[in-house]
């Protein structure tokens, strides 16, 4: 019924981006059903320019050694730009590398520990699975990158609905031909993110955080649609 909450508002509102994951691979059913549920994603003029590589097994140990490889010679090669700026967006990344640097344990003078956690991102956290995002160079690759983001974020949902658990990672991206030439994949394909999945392990102290949303009111300007923003 129109008005009435339903379990999406749950999986939604629940899901969370562990950084340590149980090593028990996934079924084939249930990588299936997410792909399948990622690829109803909308997209601009239904052109569903996603390609997407999914490693597990002997295939995810040797990538993850080849990204390990690559971040110990400095071989960074992202396709996209990145960076914060300075003020707000900056500040809220800063204190997300905080949080995760303390639910580690890994004090700020700690650059041992702290590069330690940086490279657990290219053992994929541990997860069975990883999927790397492609996407053609279109245009400027804003609106192709928007339609990577509603399919990343069908997938992540799916696997939250199913009970298991993945985690976006820009940091993927930056190493994006040693990705591309393990997957075989070609030039024109652009690497944007990847997403480690699987079960996220319920013990991990570093799973046990939360990052906060800001309030509504500092992202969202209402036009002649009054009561939205008011206190229930």
Known sequence: ?????????????????????????????????????????????????????????????????????????????????????????????????????????????DRDGRRAAVRENLEFYGAPHA????????????????DIGMYAQNFLLSLAARGLAGIPQTVLGVYADTVREFLGVRAELKLLFGISFGMADPEAPVNTLRTERVPLQWSVVLHDTPGVLSKQ
């Open 1 to 109: 019924m129109p008005g009435t909450a339903s379990p999406f508002t749950d999986i939604a509102r629940s899901r969370r981006s562990p950084r340590r994951f149980l090593p028990t691979a996934l079924s084939p059913t249930d990588i299936r059903g997410v792909l399948e549920d990622a690829q109803t994603a909308p997209s601009n003029s239904n052109t569903q320019p996603w390609t997407v590589h999914v490693v597990s097994g002997a295939a995810r140990d040797a990538l993850g050694k080849e990204l390990l490889r690559a971040e110990e010679e400095g071989r960074t090669s992202p396709d996209f730009t990145d960076g914060y700026g300075e003020g707000l967006y900056l500040e809220r990344s800063q204190a997300l590398g905080a949080s995760v640097y303390r639910a580690r344990g890994v004090e700020r003078s």
């Open 131 to 146: 999927a790397f995002l492609f996407m053609p160079a279109l245009g400027d690759g804003v609106r192709t990158a928007g």
